[in-house]
C-alpha cells in the first residue's frame, strides 16, 4: 500500500470496514461524499458477497437485493455484476411490490390509511371488497374488479407492512441482504419503518446503506441521514476524493469537517474563484413583487455580472465548451434568460411543459423541424430523406424534389428570421414538414376563433386564443436555444441537474429567484446558529450548495450576486480561504 495515493488508501480502509460487516452480518451506512466513489465501494460490496455468498443463497432460493432510485442506476449495477443471478438490483417501488403483491388481503385492509385521496375513492366507487389489487401504470384508481396504485401507495404500504412479522419473516426468506443505493432519498416513513421493523429489532436482514445526506437534495419527504437510537448501524465514513483537484479538496473539507476527505493527486493545485456584488451601488430587488427576490441585483445587472464573470474565466483559460465547463443557475428561468428563450419559458405555467416537451408544439418543432434544420445545414440528405419519407409521400420525380427544397429553404428562412405563428402559418401552407393531426386540428380551431369578436368568445375558447397567441408571438430562434439547453449543448445547467456529475470547470451563480433557497442566510447558520424549527431550511440550503461547489475537478468559481452580510463574508473566508473571495468582478 505503500504506492497508493491517499484517496485510494481512504478508499480500502472504508472497503475493509464493509467486508467486515458483511462477515459479521452487521447493518452499516457507508456515508460516500462528493467524488469519493460511492458506487464502486457499493460494486465491491456486491461482488465480494457473490464470491463469498452467491452458491449457498442461490442453494436456499434467496437473493440478494440492491434498491435503486433510477432505472439507470438499476442497469448499472446489474451490468457491472455481469447480470448474476443471486442479484436482485430493481427500483424501489418494484422491490418492495414484488413482496408486497402476496398480501391482498392486508393491502385492502390499509388503503383507506392511505389518505384522504383513497378515502374519496373508495366512498365513490362500490368500497372495498375482494378486488385484486394491482401496481403497473402508478395511476390509482377503484373499480369492481381491481384496484390500481399509485407509485407513492406502495412506497407507504411497504412502509406499513413492514411492521408485520410474518412480513419480516417472508423478506428475510427471499432477501436476507438488502442494499440501498442513494439510501438519503429514501422517503422518510419507510426508512423510519426499516430501522425500527429491518434494524433495531434484530430481523435477521442485513441492510446495508451506501448515499450521503449531505446530498439529499430531492424532494421534501425524502429522509436523509439515517442512523440507529440503538447504535446497530455502524457508520463507515469514505475519506476519499477522486474527483476534484487537492484545494478544491481542501475547501470542502472545510465546508464538511466531520467527513474529511483525501485527494488522489496531492501535487495537484486547482483554482478557487469568490466574486460578490455586495458593492455595487443601485437599489437592489425589495421583494415586493415575490420574496423569492429579495437583496438580488437587477435583472439586467445580474447578466452583466455574470457575463463579466464569464470573461474572466475565459481570460483565466477556461474552456467554455458544454464538455469542460458548467455554469449553474438556482432555476430553468434563470437559464431562459441566459440562454434567450424567457419569452418561450413564460408561455407555460410548467417546466415540464416545454424542458420535457410535454407540450405538442414544442415537441412538433424540436423532434421533426430541427432534427430537419439541422440535416439540411449539414447536407445529410440522406438523413434528410429518411425524415421526409417518415412524415410525406414519396418524391415523384425531379420537379417534386426541387420543390421540396425551395419550401426547406423557406423553412429556414422563417426559422431564422420569423415568429413561432410565421413558422405554423408557412407550415400550414406548404405542409412540409407535415405536421401531426393534433397540431394541425389545433390551428385550424385557432384560425377560425381567432376572427371572432372576443365578446362572443366562450371562457375556454378565450383562454385557448390567448394562450396559443402568446406561443405564436415568440421569435422562433427561442425555440432553436431551448433545444440546445435540452440537448445539454449550452454550459447551463440548475444546480439540481448536475448531482452525480462532474466537469474540469464550474461556475456557480448564487442568486434568488426561489423562496426555498437564501444563500446569505445559509452562510449566516453554517456555524450550527440555525433555530430549531429551521434545520430543514438550513439543510436544504446547504446540500445544494454542497453538490454545486462539488462538482469542479480544477476550477471553482461562484459568483454571489445576492446582497451578504458581513458575518457571510466572514464564513467565505474561512471557507474558501480570505486570499481567494476576490469580491466585484468589475
Wanted: charged share 25%.
Amino acid at each position: 500500500m505503500t504506492n497508493i495515493n491517499p484517496a485510494e488508501r481512504a478508499s480500502s480502509e472504508a472497503l475493509e470496514q464493509l467486508r467486515s460487516c458483511i462477515d459479521k452480518g452487521l447493518c452499516f451506512r457507508l456515508e460516500a461524499g462528493a467524488g469519493a466513489g460511492k458506487t464502486y465501494s457499493l460494486i465491491e460490496s456486491i461482488r465480494y458477497l457473490i464470491s463469498n455468498r452467491a452458491d449457498e443463497l442461490l442453494g436456499n432460493r434467496q437473493q440478494i437485493a440492491c434498491i435503486t432510485y433510477t432505472n439507470v442506476a438499476k442497469n448499472e449495477i446489474k451490468n457491472r455484476t455481469d447480470h448474476h443471478p443471486v442479484i436482485f438490483a430493481d427500483t424501489i417501488h418494484s422491490f418492495c411490490w414484488s413482496i408486497l403483491q402476496h398480501y391482498q388481503v392486508k393491502l385492502r385492509e390499509h388503503l383507506p390509511e392511505l389518505g384522504e385521496k383513497w378515502k374519496n375513492r373508495i366512498d365513490d366507487s362500490l368500497g372495498v371488497t375482494n378486488q385484486k389489487v394491482k401496481y403497473e401504470l402508478g395511476f390509482p384508481a377503484v373499480n369492481e374488479r381491481e384496484i390500481t396504485l399509485h407509485h407513492d401507495d406502495v412506497v407507504a404500504l411497504m412502509a406499513r407492512m413492514l411492521s408485520y412479522p410474518k412480513f419480516q419473516k417472508l423478506l428475510k426468506s427471499k432477501f436476507p441482504i438488502v442494499l440501498i443505493d442513494e439510501y438519503q432519498d429514501t422517503d422518510s416513513n419507510l426508512a423510519d419503518s426499516i430501522v425500527a421493523n429491518l434494524i433495531d429489532n434484530n430481523s435477521g436482514v442485513m441492510v446495508g446503506l451506501f448515499g450521503d445526506h449531505w446530498q439529499k437534495i430531492y424532494g421534501s419527504s425524502a429522509c436523509g441521514l439515517i442512523s440507529s437510537k440503538k447504535g446497530k448501524i455502524i457508520e463507515i465514513g469514505k475519506k476519499a476524493n477522486f474527483r476534484s483537484d487537492r484545494n478544491i479538496v481542501q475547501c470542502l473539507n472545510r465546508m464538511r469537517p466531520d467527513l474529511p476527505q483525501a485527494e488522489s493527486d496531492p501535487s495537484s493545485d486547482g483554482t478557487i474563484k469568490v466574486f460578490h456584488s455586495n458593492n455595487w451601488s443601485g437599489v437592489r430587488r425589495d421583494g415586493k413583487s415575490g420574496g423569492h427576490w429579495k437583496d438580488d441585483l437587477p435583472e439586467s445587472n445580474v447578466k452583466e455580472y455574470i457575463e463579466k464573470t464569464k470573461g474572466l474565466m475565459c481570460v483565466d483559460g477556461w474552456d467554455m465548451s458544454p464538455e469542460k465547463t458548467k455554469i449553474l443557475f438556482l432555476t430553468n428561468n434563470l437559464i431562459a434568460n441566459e440562454q434567450n428563450f424567457k419569452n418561450l419559458a413564460d408561455c407555460f405555467r410548467y417546466t415540464d411543459d416545454y424542458l420535457k416537451k410535454n407540450d405538442k408544439y414544442v415537441q412538433f418543432f424540436l423532434e421533426v423541424i430541427e432534427p430537419t434544420a439541422f440535416s439540411y445545414e449539414q447536407y445529410q440528405y440522406g438523413e434528410l430523406l429518411q425524415i421526409k419519407k417518415r412524415n410525406h409521400p414519396q418524391l415523384k420525380c425531379q420537379a417534386d424534389k426541387t420543390e421540396w427544397l425551395n419550401i426547406l429553404d423557406r423553412v429556414m428562412h422563417a426559422r431564422a428570421n420569423s415568429t413561432i405563428g410565421d413558422m405554423l402559418n408557412l407550415l400550414m401552407e406548404t405542409k412540409i414538414p407535415r405536421m401531426s393531426s393534433k397540431i394541425e386540428e389545433s390551428e385550424k380551431r385557432y384560425n377560425q376563433l381567432v376572427s371572432k369578436p372576443i365578446d362572443e368568445q366562450e371562457e375556454d375558447e378565450a383562454k385557448f386564443v390567448k394562450k396559443l397567441s402568446r406561443l405564436r408571438f415568440v421569435e422562433y430562434l427561442e425555440l432553436v436555444n431551448l433545444g440546445e439547453y435540452i440537448d445539454e449543448k449550452t454550459p447551463f445547467s440548475t444546480k439540481h441537474g448536475v448531482k452525480g456529475a462532474q466537469f474540469d470547470n464550474v461556475l456557480v451563480v448564487c442568486g434568488r429567484g426561489w423562496n426555498q433557497y437564501n444563500w446569505n442566510q445559509m452562510l449566516e447558520w453554517m456555524d450550527g446558529s440555525y433555530p430549531k424549527d429551521k434545520q430543514d431550511t438550513f439543510e436544504r440550503n446547504r446540500n445544494l450548495f454542497y453538490v454545486s461547489c462539488s462538482r469542479a475537478k480544477h476550477n471553482l468559481t461562484l459568483l454571489f450576486t445576492q446582497e451578504l452580510s458581513a458575518k457571510s463574508i466572514t464564513v467565505l473566508n474561512r471557507m474558501f480561504d480570505k486570499e481567494n473571495i476576490l469580491g466585484n468582478p468589475f
